[in-house]
């Protein structure tokens, strides 16, 4: 993964998932790509559904190419959690990262701006705490035990 990507614990002593994972991550663009694979690597392997790992990796690019456009600082972090039915990643990043208002309609070739409604619409849960000291995107995605 390069230099880009530094694994650690998690930070969350009162959730007990299955699975965790804890990224403190570049804010390039380059390092993107690599939290996305690690993301998908990570699902795969715990044979998450394929349409759940598809829905996953993308809100993963998104929320990280947010950060690495909008946020601010050198470092983010990435962290996952996973039990047997449900996926929960979160975002933390300095800066203000604002949910910008609803794309026109007439504007359909639109290159940007559609990222919050794109992550929200593939997740079960959404959530955007943004502040002048920092930003928090937390989302979940659930899928039934027979899919797995």
């Known amino acids: 993964m390069g230099n880009a990507l530094q694994m650690r614990s998690p930070e ?3 959730s007990t998932p299955a699975l965790s994972l804890y990224l403190d991550v570049k804010r390039t663009p380059q390092a993107v790509s ?3 694979g690690a993301i998908r690597g990570l699902l795969r392997g715990a044979s998450v559904p394929a349409d759940a790992v598809d829905a996953m990796e993308i809100v993963t690019a998104e929320a990280c190419g947010n950060v690495v ?13 996973l039990s047997d039915n449900r ?21 359909v070739l639109a290159e ?17 705490d943004a502040s002048g000291d920092g930003s928090i995107l ?3 995605k659930r899928w039934s035990l027979t899919e797995s």
Not at 69 to 81: A, C, I, L, P, Q
Request: hydrophobic share 30%; with cysteine.
């Open 12 to 14: 969350k002593p009162d």
């Open 87 to 107: 996926c929960e990643l979160e975002v933390i990043a300095e800066g203000e990262l604002t949910r910008p208002g609803p794309a026109k309609d007439d504007d």
């Open 112 to 128: 940007s701006g559609r990222g919050c409604a794109v992550m929200e619409a593939l997740t079960d849960e959404f959530a955007l």
């Open 34 to 36: 690599s939290v996305r």
């Open 138 to 140: 937390h989302v979940a």
């Open 69 to 81: 456009r909008h946020g601010s600082g050198e470092r983010y972090s990435v962290s996952v959690d």
